[in-house]
């Protein structure tokens, strides 16, 4: 050992070969790595390369539960609104246009409950998660009441069009 310190040399030599391993890591900030602020910009230009967060960024802080929750009975109850509204639908949905509008509601109702119930399952909000799926359940039947005899599974048919 060179030095009178036990380890002395080791350590210096430990100490410069991290200082090299930091100023080759691909995003470190540049006072650590030793080349100007400008030259991370003009990497992460690059194309196929991600953005490097900005030195001294602050990271977007989680929401906090209250606004998950919310967020998820939000997203629930609109898909009830939605699967509940079509019961009362107050145009003729038999034929033609009216029964494109009405298909189409329950087409929104039914992608509207499937979206509630898979952030109300992500977010483990059993009671959430039972009204997204019993809406989902109305928004198939709505559908369903219009869709099956128009394709042949009912022993009455019905046509999509209007008769003219």
Same mark, same amino acid.
């Given at each position: 050992m060179a030095s009178g310190k036990p380890?002395?040399?080791?350590?210096?030599?430990?100490?410069?070969?991290?200082?090299?391993?930091?100023?080759?890591?691909?995003?470190?900030? !540049?006072?650590?790595?030793?080349?100007?602020?400008?030259?991370?910009? +003009?990497?992460?230009? +690059?194309?196929? +390369? !991600?953005?490097?967060?900005?030195?001294?960024?602050?990271?977007?802080?989680?929401?906090? !539960?209250?606004?998950?929750?919310?967020?998820?009975?939000?997203?629930?109850?609109?898909?009830?609104?939605?699967?509940?509204?079509?019961? +009362?639908?107050?145009?003729?949905?038999?034929?033609?246009?009216?029964?494109?509008?009405?298909?189409?509601?329950?087409?929104?109702?039914?992608?509207?409950?499937?979206?509630? /119930?898979?952030? /109300?399952?992500?977010?483990?909000?059993?009671?959430?998660?039972?009204?997204?799926?019993?809406?989902?359940?109305?928004?198939?039947?709505?559908?369903?009441?219009?869709?099956?005899?128009?394709?042949?599974?009912?022993?009455? !048919?019905?046509?999509?069009?209007?008769?003219?």
């Open positions: 380890g002395g040399s080791n350590r210096e030599n430990d100490a410069k070969i991290v200082d090299r391993l930091l100023r080759e890591l691909r995003f470190a900030d !540049p006072d650590l790595a030793g080349r100007p602020a400008g030259s991370e910009n +003009q990497r992460a230009a +690059q194309p196929g +390369q !991600p953005a490097a967060r900005r030195p001294g960024a602050a990271a977007k802080p989680p929401p906090s !539960p209250g606004a998950l929750l919310a967020g998820t009975w939000g997203r629930v109850a609109l898909a009830a609104v939605l699967a509940a509204g079509l019961t +009362q639908w107050p145009y003729a949905r038999d034929c033609g246009l009216g029964l494109f509008f009405y298909l189409s509601g329950a087409t929104l109702a039914l992608a509207t409950a499937a979206w509630g /119930s898979v952030i /109300s399952w992500r977010r483990r909000v059993a009671p959430a998660h039972v009204v997204a799926l019993l809406a989902l359940l109305g928004a198939i039947v709505l559908g369903a009441e219009r869709v099956l005899p128009r394709v042949g599974y009912a022993k009455a !048919p019905a046509g999509w069009s209007c008769g003219r």
